[in-house]
């Protein structure tokens, strides 16, 4: 599909070039071909009025005034009341019978100017007021070759500028095709992970159902067990529904529809005292800095979440008799918020990948804790639609430390210009 993109997006820009082309080489022939008509014109009507004097180059000094003329092949005829005509006098050798056949076919013309095609002239006629007709006749082929060259020139210029155009086109194509092409490679990991994800509860639930079914008389209660690992599993199927749904819902980068200001230092204060209990039954220890009256502009629900997400994280991978710190400061206009645990560091490698959908460290030990890989990647979703910034770093001498940065709210409730 990406291929048929890049192949349609390449045809179209030359189809557009190509159009644009012949629009400009088009007018570019048809006003060359009006000036070389006008020329002469210009000429034939010099001849008439110079007595069928054809023109001449003049040359001069360049302190003298001098008048530029074309040498443009041209002849002239007088035609007497009688239908006679004498050829004046001019720089054109013209046959007998080319010539009748001119006189005659600019006579019968019905304007006094025009093109006598077949003889390749072109003729300007004008009626004396003694009765005779002066014709003054201009060879076309300058005319013709002028302009084939110029279409020549239009043509080989066109070719280079067409090839200079696809090479362009094909690497627009590539670079503009490259975000199309990374978002369908996601979704299609996406939807692979997803299935992989839910094929392991619906695997439990219908291996369940199979066992209950097999004994129809068995009563509710003796089946008790079988329907306890349908329900957690069914619960599971369901918080992996909710959050691809809400990651569905928040791809976009947009700023939250219900965005007010939040008292970021209460709320994360909140979720501190909530996460004790479990830091406490996981033999983890909890210390928090949290620098009051920071408020931020969002949703509670999300940046709620969103904390909740960086502590469960930290806490759970904080290690036997380890530590989380939570701290939360003021850094000019921005809100920052570290979340830091002890533990076993990750690996750099991992490092660029921890907020994909899915992704997991260690894929044994993350099922073992309950979790999908989709946390982190949550997390990033709620800091950009709040136009935060979400980064990770792992050491072994500093732990690994979640800093999410948020625009900070004035006091007076006018918010920072995202």
């Given at each position: ?7 349609k997006f390449i045809l179209t820009c030359m189809l557009l070039v190509t159009l644009v082309l ?16 006008r020329e002469s014109t210009a000429i034939m009507s010099m001849v008439l009025r110079r007595d ?297 490698e991992h490092l660029e990948h921890l907020f994909e959908r899915f992704y997991r460290v260690d ?56």
């Amino acid at each position: 599909m990406l291929r048929r993109l890049r192949l349609k997006f390449i045809l179209t820009c030359m189809l557009l070039v190509t159009l644009v082309l012949l629009a400009v080489f088009g007018a570019l022939m048809l006003s060359t071909a009006q000036q070389l008509e006008r020329e002469s014109t210009a000429i034939m009507s010099m001849v008439l009025r110079r007595d069928g004097v054809p023109p001449q180059f003049e040359v001069r000094t360049p302190d003298e005034s001098r008048e530029w003329r074309w040498a443009i092949p041209v002849f002239a005829v007088t035609v007497e009341g009688d239908g006679s005509f004498s050829l004046e006098e001019g720089q054109v050798k013209v046959t007998q019978e080319v010539l009748d056949q001119a006189v005659e076919q600019a006579l019968s013309a019905p304007a006094p100017s025009g093109r006598l095609g077949d003889l390749g002239l072109r003729f300007l006629r004008e009626e004396l007021s003694d009765g005779r007709t002066r014709i003054a006749f201009s060879d076309l082929s300058w005319e013709r070759a002028s302009l084939a060259r110029l279409m020549v020139n239009s043509l080989l210029i066109g070719a280079a500028a067409l090839a200079v155009f696809f090479a362009i086109s094909l690497f627009l194509a590539r670079q503009s095709l490259k975000p199309v092409e990374q978002a369908w490679t996601r979704q299609r990991q996406f939807v692979a992970d997803a299935s992989h994800e839910l094929k392991t509860p619906l695997t439990v639930i219908l291996a369940n159902t199979g066992i209950m079914a097999a004994h129809p008389t068995a009563t509710v209660a003796s089946q008790q067990q079988w329907l306890g690992y349908i329900q957690d599993e069914a619960q599971r199927m369901k918080e992996l529904v909710e959050d691809m749904l809400f990651l569905a819902k928040h791809d976009g980068t947009e700023r939250p529809k219900d965005s007010k200001t939040v008292d970021f230092s209460d709320l994360v204060t909140g979720c501190v005292l909530r996460f004790e209990s479990v830091a406490f039954e996981r033999q983890a220890e909890l210390c928090s800095s949290i620098a009051p009256g920071l408020l931020v502009s969002g949703e509670p629900d999300s940046l709620e979440r969103l904390v909740m997400i960086l502590l469960d994280n930290a806490v759970k991978y904080a290690g036997e008799n380890g530590r989380a710190d939570v701290s939360l400061l003021r850094r000019q206009e921005r809100a920052v918020l570290a979340v830091r645990n002890t533990g076993e560091p990750i690996p750099p490698e991992h490092l660029e990948h921890l907020f994909e959908r899915f992704y997991r460290v260690d894929g044994s030990r993350s099922r073992k804790e309950g979790g999908y890989g989709l946390g982190l990647a949550i997390a990033q979703a709620i800091t950009q639609a709040h136009r935060g910034q979400i980064e990770v770093r792992s050491s072994r001498e500093e732990g690994t430390v979640f800093t999410v940065t948020l625009p900070h709210a004035r006091t007076e409730g006018k918010f920072p210009a995202f």
